[in-house]
Structures are given as C-alpha cells and as structure tokens.
C-alpha cells in the first residue's frame, strides 16, 4: 500500500499564503493575464470643428501614446441609437432603438427584453471572466418609471453607478447598483464629471487583482448644459465657433429641413452659438482631468502597460454650419465624424490611421481584446485590433459604412413656427428647426483608395438624393446627385439598400468601390427610399 505523506497544518498554511501571493503580484503585474480595457465614452464630442482641442491632456497620454483613427462615423449622429449601437455592436436597423424617447425603444422594456441581454459587457462578464465596471449616462432614458426605474441594473455589469436619464452635471440622481443616490450643487462633492473620475479610482482600488476588467466611464461632457467646473469658467474667453466654409451660408441644394434655415443667421443666434461653443470648450477640461487621473492611476498601480484605453465620442456636432444653430442629428461630417484614440499593448506611439472606422466595431474590437471571438455574435460591426497592433495585413478592411438616423417631430405646430406645420422639433426663436419628422434619411459613406464619397437618400415625398465627392469638396457645399453618372447612382442605391437590410456577416460584404463588389441590377427594388420606416413596425 502507498504511504500517505502528511504535512504539518501550519505548513500548508504558508504554502497557500505564498501561492495566493504570488498569483496576486503576477496579477498586478499583468503577467500570463488578459489585457485589461478602458472606454471613455463623452458625449456630443466633435471631432470636425475643433472638439479635440481642448483635450491636450487626452491628446498626449492616450493619442500620441498610441493610436489616432481619423476616419472614425457613427452609425447614427443621436445619442441613444448611437450608444445602442456601440454596446450591441450592430446598426440601428439591427438594435432597434431609433431616437432618444422611451417610444423610440432608447432603455425600453422592448430594448431590455431583445437586446440588453446580448451587449458585449455580458459577454466579458459571462464568457471572458471580466470584472465590469459602468459610471456615467448610459441609455438617455434609462431610470424611466416605465423602464424600471433606477433599480434596474443592466445585466453584464458586476459595478454600475449610472445616471438616471440625460445628461447634467449637477442635481442628478445616479443608480448605485440599483440604489438611488441623489445629488446637489456642491462642486466638491456633486460635479458629476469629477463624480466619474473619483468612482473609476475607487474600482481600480477596491477591484479583485485576480481577474482583468473591463471600465466603462461615459462623461456628460460636452453636452448640454454646458455647465463648467468652477475654475474653468472663465476660460476661452475670446474664442468664436470655427468659421468654416459652411458657417453660416445656405443649404441650397440640400433637404428641405437644411434649406428652411435663414441665412444668414441673426445676430443672436450667433452670439448663442459662439457662448455655446466656449462652454463645451470648458467643460472638457473636466474630460481632460478625468482622463489624467485614471492613466496615471493606472500607471501607478502597474496596471498601465497591461491595458487598453479607448477614448471615443457617441456623435458629432454643428454650431452654424449651414445656418443651423447648434444640435447633431444631420448626415454631414460634422455630425458622424467622432474621435478615436487608443492605446494600450502592442500599440505602438504616434500612430496615424486613415482606415474607416465605426461605432459598431467598438463591440468587437473590445471581444477581440478580451480574446473573445465575435463572430460568435449577432454584431455588424469587425474588430479593428489589427489595425492597431500591426497585423493589417491579415484583415480585408471595408470601403463603406451605413448611417441610419429616423427624424423626431412634434404632432402639433410649433407655436413660434406655424407656417411650417406639425413635424417639427428643436425650433429656435428666428424659426430655424434642427429636426422633423420626414428628416429621415440612411447614407452610404465610402472611404476607399480611389473614392471619398456620400451617398445619401431620404424617405420623404420627394425621395431626395444628397451625394458629396469629399476629396473635391470636403465641407459638403455642393450636392452632386444631378450631376454625377447614373450608373454610379444605381450602384450606390443598390449597396445602400444591402446595407439597409444586412446583419452580421453581410454587413460587412465588399463595397462599390472594392474590386470584389458584384453589381446585380435583379437586386435593385422598385423603389428608391430608404427602408427605414420598418423601423417603426418592427417596435409595434
């Protein structure tokens, strides 16, 4: 018979005290561990009239540390399709969620029932072992009565300090992992951008070292109400918003809703415009603050080298351009093109990529980080980790994207506007509107090595048709749709309305200007709108 050796209880007690050490200090020090990762999501962040600016902090510890994209779209330019997106990984057409209302399916029953359940955080959490953690606005109607109030906590998340609806940055009520925490007006202790920060460095103390994780921090900043910390408000005090090419002039060639807008504007629109524009500027550098902080955090826990931290933005922004005011919610770059930076391990510092990137390859991206594979998933969006660690090479990239946006409207006139009818929203006091109903449009946008182009339709009446040539006309004055050659209108039509009923794997199929497109003319249907408007069948 074998003999059994037994050993003394105090030495096996120390032998699993060194153990448990050991596998703590290779925790911390990132050895034989998943990388851990970091989205910092803002919101209303533009990237083409100078939203980055401000953000020199950002720029420096995370941009030229790593990885800057420059052609980076939203699939849709509002903040809860946009966000829906970004967590399902998928377009609009695929998440359902059309606008920013609980009818519109943003943070709905609908949406918690058919999609909250397969975000890419339950797969981190689930499958990948991730610890997670959320701080910030989350879903535009999230905490609704109707949606659960603040004591619904999303699945996929094991720490979640979410703010009940839009954004603010004072008297707000966050939901502590189902608790409700109310906030006043005292800078020190209820600044929510500064909240954020303080509440990421707490997780990164408090955590388990045994497992990697995964922090979601969503700022408030720049969205209205613009309000700045105490000790920025007095900054830029001279700066105007950026007079570009299409500041200020009219829209004559574009959809009506563009063409409506007086030009010029008055004197008043533009001065609240201009404010507007110095106090995002301001509230940013609580962004840039928070940003700083969690970095060197995470540098002085050893933890920096081992992660990846993603800094991005929901949508874009306009403040004048094409006599519009200030808002999002249109097909023009300002309001699609977001920021990207990255960094993290494998990336290598003051990179530069021109690829076309999108807000539905966030999802992937992050699986793709964690060793998950995506493909596995219903999402639309490809992981973009190639791009940024060198291996490009083993990727076929796409050409295009979709963007998809249904417009919002009012039943009744607006009183300051009654010759415009019922159907219109965001109306200001010299009747310029930012949005209506039949401002509903899907585009194509296509960025190859030949071609920088938009193809865009509207589902209105006239089946309107905004095309733009961005390499010859990269402020989008001219709509060429009358000029350009038919064939290329048929082709474009043709992809848009793949685009527009594609899931997964066919989201991702060679684009016009990729020499594997196959153009069937049988494919084309009878009619030429975009198919949108099933959206709204699809939530009743």
């Known amino acids: 018979m074998r003999t059994i050796r037994l050993y003394p209880r105090p030495l096996v007690n120390f032998i699993v005290i060194c153990v448990t050490l050991l596998v703590n200090s290779m925790a911390v020090l990132g050895i034989n561990r998943r990388p851990n990762i970091v989205l910092i999501l803002t919101d209303d962040l533009d ?3 100078g939203g980055m600016i401000p953000l020199n902090k950002t720029k420096k ?22 966000r829906a997106s970004i967590l399902t990984g998928k377009y609009p057409h695929n998440h359902h969620v059309i606008n920013n209302t ?5 943070s709905s029953l609908a949406w918690q029932k058919s999609q909250e359940a397969s975000t890419f955080p339950v797969l981190l959490q ?16 999230y905490g609704a009565t109707e949606a659960g109030g603040v004591e ?69 900043a720049p969205h209205a109400p613009w309000t700045a910390a105490p000790q920025y408000e007095g900054r830029f005090a001279d700066i105007k918003a950026p007079r ?5 002039v009219h829209g004559k060639d574009k959809h009506w809703l563009i063409r409506q807008a007086k030009t010029p504007m008055t004197n008043s629109s533009v001065q609240f415009l201009d404010d507007a524009f110095r106090k995002r500027w301001r509230t940013l550098l609580s962004v840039d603050d928070l940003v700083e902080k969690v970095v060197k955090n995470l540098e002085l826990r050893g933890e920096l080298e081992n992660t990846y931290i993603i800094f991005t933005s929901d949508n874009g922004y306009h403040t004048g351009q094409f006599s519009l005011p200030l808002d999002k919610r249109q097909l023009y770059e300002f309001d699609i093109r977001v920021p990207l930076l990255v960094r993290g391990p494998n990336i290598s510092s003051n990179q530069t990529s021109k690829m076309l990137v999108t807000n539905v390859d966030l999802g992937p991206t992050i699986l793709d980080i964690a060793g998950f594979d995506a493909n596995k998933t219903q999402m639309d969006g490809m992981s973009f980790l190639p791009l940024m660690t060198g291996k490009s090479q083993n990727v076929t990239w796409r050409t295009d994207m979709l963007v998809e946006y249904e417009g919002e409207g009012l039943n009744v006139s607006d009183p300051s506007c009654p010759l415009l009818g019922p159907g219109v929203w965001g109306c200001f006091l010299d009747c310029v509107c930012e949005d209506a109903i039949n401002n509903t449009y899907a585009c194509v946008r296509t960025l190859s090595s030949t071609t920088d182009l938009q193809y865009c339709e509207f589902d209105d009446n006239e089946v309107f048709v905004e095309v733009y040539n961005l390499t010859a006309d990269p402020f989008q004055l001219t709509n060429i749709a009358k000029t350009i050659d038919q064939e290329v209108l048929e082709k474009m039509n043709h992809r848009l309305m793949m685009l527009q009923s594609c899931s997964g794997p066919s989201c991702r199929t060679p684009g016009v200007y990729d020499s594997r497109y196959k153009f069937d003319p049988r494919m084309m249907f009878n009619s030429r709108g975009p198919r949108i408007s099933r959206l709204r069948q699809t939530l009743k």
């Open 244 to 248: 570009n090419p299409n500041f200020n």
């Open 47 to 49: 990237v083409s009239i």
């Open 61 to 82: 510890l995370i941009g030229e540390a790593g990885i800057s994209f420059t052609n980076t779209f939203v699939a849709s330019p509002l903040c809860c399709p946009s």
């Open 152 to 220: 619904h906590v999303p699945p996929g998340w094991d720490y979640w300090f979410a703010l009940e609806r839009n954004s603010k940055y004072y008297n707000y009520t966050l939901s502590v992992n189902g608790k409700a925490q109310k906030h006043g007006q005292n800078y020190s202790e209820d600044y929510l951008t500064d909240v954020l920060a303080n509440r990421s460095i707490d997780f990164l103390q408090y955590k388990s070292n045994y497992r990697p994780f995964f922090m979601m921090i969503s700022t408030p």
């Open 102 to 106: 609980l009818e519109g399916n943003c």
């Open 126 to 141: 689930h499958h990948a072992g991730y610890q997670t953690f959320f701080a910030g606005k989350y879903l535009n109607e």
